[in-house]
């Protein structure tokens, strides 16, 4: 069992910046997959950004150029950095993790962007 608790949301406005982090209960080390999701209002959930064991990463077309996510091995914990920031980045952001064929989720942290 893995736990993934996501810190960092809150309330900026549009062109700021926020960190998240996602801090597991145990080693990712041997992670293959961590990743952050997001669901907006009336939306399905929806891909942000991977990282792979290698630091290897992929991040949707929306967020390209203005996020970046990075794992601390060391600390357990992935991080997402999300600058100019927009409104259409209101979301529920959620951390995933796939260490093998199990698959584990975070409760999310709530990211809300004014205009």
């Known amino acids: 069992q893995v736990q993934l608790v996501e810190s960092g949301g809150g309330l900026v406005q549009a062109g700021g910046s926020l960190r998240l982090s996602c801090a597991a209960s145990?080693?990712?080390?041997?992670?293959?997959?961590m990743g952050w999701y997001r669901q907006a209002p009336g939306k399905q959930r929806e891909l942000v950004a991977v990282i792979r064991s290698g630091a290897f990463t992929n991040y949707a077309d929306s967020v390209k150029g203005r996020f970046t996510i990075s794992r601390d091995n060391a600390k357990n914990t992935v991080y997402l950095q999300m600058n100019s920031l927009k409104p259409e980045d209101t979301a529920v952001y959620y951390c995933?993790?796939?260490?093998?064929?199990?698959?584990?989720w975070g409760q999310g942290t709530q990211v809300t962007v004014s205009s």
């Open positions: 995933r993790a796939r260490p093998g064929q199990d698959d584990y």
């Open positions: 145990r080693s990712i080390f041997s992670f293959n997959v």
